[in-house]
């Protein structure tokens, strides 16, 4: 099996007749992006990357995380946006939950904590707090290598281990992953001699993930990155067709741009599977910046049922109805619990005894699944048979190509991001970096009203 994407639970509100109609803009969209003459083809580098990569490069990530896996009982992993969900995405998808709290018997591998993604001084002297007695590793994520977050915390992190384990050993447990040529990171590697991985110049932060920006990260866990690239690959290959008839993944950008036109506007990805909270907080970076621009585009959200059935739902179900649920339907699950019977049913469930927890899941999903049709909300699924790399990868280019397709087809640049600059350049003024010097009086002024 492979990742489906069935749009039947949408019918009442789109069918296949309407939504059909965008043929020839799909067409036209599918021709922008392997032609790369649409807006912002510079950043196309993703849609023959899991054929295009280099192996050789493949094979130094793997060499760094069995070294990492050596030095250290812990990785950190510094990037924000698109330095960093992708990685959390895939490793949180595949891993153990409660992985960094597994013992060694169960886990070779180290322990990964995610900083930089904040400005929050609680944050990182707690995760200083955890690193007191460990010996640990630092990947830094930047492409531009100017960004502020993870620029912060690695100046922290950084000192830490040179204080702990001297400049010399530190040169050795850093690994930094930017730009080919450009930026302070970039410059800082070369000087100190920290082992780098590169960027591609044509891929952007959010369609990031299958480069070293995700990749290393993703082997220190212990996943298979090999395994992740051929399912990329395979999905790639599946979805090469111009036709919007024989193309699910086109099938998914035209239904939720015509859901879009009708005023659902904003869309929930669902899932019963809290693994997969980061994956929906990946996803939500991609078709949020990719699409909200230029006073348009769908909004990102997402929920972790049945979790959220018991808050969210309520809105789910009889709120505004400007929302469609995407839910993301892992067919089969890779742990098996069965419910027991008991002599006295004081619990009233003795009629699930003998079932599995996961079957138990499955009827919630199809429960809530004809219920929120009927609130009014439309429901499109995407299916994928197991969570394993292999499904992981081609489930990521399913939503980076439909999401390419999905911007074409609602008139925007899917690959820029002007939109994040303007805090940045708030906040630095407010900082007073040097420059900003008439930006800061008028904003000061502004804040004392
Ligand atoms: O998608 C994007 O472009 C952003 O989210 C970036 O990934 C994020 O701002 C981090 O940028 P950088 O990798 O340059 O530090």
Redesign the pocket.
């Known amino acids: 099996g492979t990742v489906c994407f069935d749009h039947s639970k949408a019918v009442p509100f789109t069918a296949p007749e309407e939504w059909g109609q965008l043929e020839a803009a799909v067409r036209h969209a599918h021709f922008m992006l392997h032609e790369k003459t649409g807006l912002g083809h510079e950043y196309l580098g993703w849609v023959d990357l899991p054929v295009t990569y280099d192996e050789t490069e493949l094979v130094r990530m793997k060499q760094a995380a069995t070294r990492i896996s050596q030095q250290s009982d812990v990785l950190l992993v510094i990037?924000?946006?698109?330095?960093y969900l992708g990685a959390r995405a895939v490793l949180d998808s595949l891993g153990h939950t409660f992985y960094n709290v597994l013992g060694k018997s169960k886990r070779q591998t180290p322990e990964i904590y995610f900083v930089g993604n904040n400005i929050s001084s609680v944050y990182m002297s707690h995760l200083m707090d955890v690193l007191e007695e460990k010996r640990f590793s630092i990947n830094v994520?930047?492409?531009?290598?100017?960004?502020t977050e993870?620029a912060i915390a690695f100046r922290l992190f950084r000192e830490l281990l040179e204080k702990k384990v001297g400049k010399d050993e530190a040169r050795q447990r850093i690994y930094v992953t930017t730009d080919r040529n450009r930026g302070a990171l970039k410059q800082l590697a070369d000087e100190a001699g920290y082992e780098s991985f590169v960027i591609p110049d044509d891929i952007?932060?959010?369609f990031s993930v299958l480069t070293p920006v995700g990749l290393l990260p993703i082997a220190v866990g212990g996943a298979d990155i090999d395994a992740l690239m051929a399912g990329a690959a395979d999905a790639r290959r599946r979805y090469l067709t111009p036709d919007l008839g024989e193309n699910e993944c086109y099938q998914y950008a035209a239904v939720r741009n015509t859901l879009y036109r009708k005023n659902k506007t904003i869309e929930m990805l669902v899932g019963y599977e809290p693994q997969l909270r980061f994956f929906a907080e990946w996803w939500k970076?991609l078709y949020g910046?990719s699409e909200g621009k230029n006073g348009r585009g769908i909004f990102p959200a997402s929920a972790e049922f049945s979790a959220d059935l018991h808050s969210l739902g309520q809105y789910i179900q009889d709120g505004m109805r400007h929302l469609f649920e995407t839910v993301l339907h892992v067919e089969r699950s890779q742990r098996e619990l069965v419910i027991g019977e008991e002599e006295v049913d004081r619990d009233g469930l003795n009629f699930l005894a003998g079932q599995s927890i996961d079957y138990v899941n499955k009827k919630a999903f199809e429960g809530t699944l004809l219920a929120h049709l009927d609130g009014g909300v439309p429901n499109l699924v995407v299916s994928i048979p197991e969570l394993t790399a292999y499904h992981l990868g081609w489930l990521i280019y399913f939503f980076e190509k439909a999401c390419g397709i999905s911007g074409y087809l609602l008139g925007v640049n899917p690959f820029d991001?002007p939109g994040?600059e303007l805090y940045k350049a708030n906040m630095f003024a407010l900082l007073g970096k040097p420059g900003h010097e008439e930006r800061k009086r008028e904003l000061e002024a502004r804040l004392q009203g």
Not at 79 to 83: K, N, P, Q
Not at 141 to 147: D, L, Y
């Open positions: 990037g924000i946006g698109g330095s994520i930047s492409k531009s290598g100017t960004t993870p952007g932060g959010r970076q910046e991001q994040v």
